[in-house]
Nanobody
Framework: QVQLVETGGGLVQPGGSLRLSCAAS????????MGWYRQVPGKEREYVAF???????EYADAVKGRFTLSRDSAKSRMWLQMASLKPEDTAVYYC??????????WGQGTQVTVSS
């Protein structure tokens, strides 16, 4: 089992920055992918960024060049640095871990609101 807790959401003006954190605990050795998703009410959850352990990082086109995903070596912390935020980035952001056995774990989400 893996437990995930997101923090760092809030209200920010357009053009501003925000840093989300994901704290992970439990059985982390089998985690093969760590990432962020976001969801707006009435829409499907969409991927924001993934990091494949020992491999590469991918970003959705909508955030490429503005968001940066990073993690610690123990897979116990993950961050999403968001810059040049736009109103369309407003969403609930979720931390997501996937194991080599393809089991998925989700956090409870943190609200990000970009508005003047």
């Amino acid at each position: 089992q893996v437990q995930l807790v997101e923090t760092g959401g809030g209200l920010v003006q357009p053009g501003g920055s925000l840093r989300l954190s994901c704290a992970a605990s439990g059985s982390l050795s089998g985690v093969s992918r760590m990432g962020w998703y976001r969801q707006v009410p009435g829409k499907e959850r969409e991927y924001v960024a993934f990091i494949y352990i020992g491999r590469h990082t991918e970003y959705a086109d909508a955030v490429k060049g503005r968001f940066t995903l990073s993690r610690d070596s123990a897979k116990s912390r993950m961050w999403l640095q968001m810059a040049s935020l736009k109103p369309e980035d407003t969403a609930v952001y979720y931390c997501n871990f996937v194991t080599y056995g393809t089991t998925e774990y989700w956090g409870q989400g943190t609200q990000v609101t970009v508005s003047s």
